[in-house]
């Protein structure tokens, strides 16, 4: 059974960076598609990065584009965010997910079956 925890949240000033990471345990994550997701207060989850799991393709929302970046270690079984120029509606919990027959980079919130318990990230001056 796949379990993720998301670890690297924290509060940070405008214009701050963190890293956000996903490890897995129980299964190697070479054969799952991950993505980044997000929910604000008050607000619908919604998809931050995807990261495909075979020739390493790459999907951002329009909203982080240029901010943010998503990799994977497979050798680590971990997935990372990098998040930069962090601005305060990028506030929310963030939450990794990983599905095994994904098969584009779409971040449709629905076709993810494995969840983390989310990391929470607050930008505030």
């Known amino acids: 059974q796949l379990q993720l925890v998301e670890s690297g949240g924290g509060l940070v000033q405008p214009g701050g960076s963190l890293r956000l990471s996903c490890a897995a345990s129980?299964?190697?994550?070479?054969?799952?598609?991950i993505g980044w997701f997000r929910q604000a207060p008050g607000k619908e989850r919604e998809g931050v990065s995807c990261?495909?799991?075979?020739?390493?393709?790459?999907n951002y929302a329009d909203s982080v584009k240029g901010r943010f970046t998503i990799s994977r270690d497979n050798a680590k079984n971990t997935v990372y965010l990098q998040v930069n120029s962090l601005k305060p509606e990028d506030t929310g919990v963030y939450y990794c997910?990983?599905?095994?027959?994904?098969?584009?980079?779409?971040?449709?919130?629905?076709?993810?079956?494995?969840w983390g318990q989310g990391t929470q990230v607050t930008v505030s001056s």
């Open positions: 990261i495909s799991k075979s020739d390493g393709s790459r």
């Open positions: 129980g299964v190697s994550l070479d054969y799952y598609a």
């Open positions: 997910a990983a599905d095994p027959y994904v098969t584009t980079t779409t971040c449709k919130l629905y076709d993810y079956k494995y």
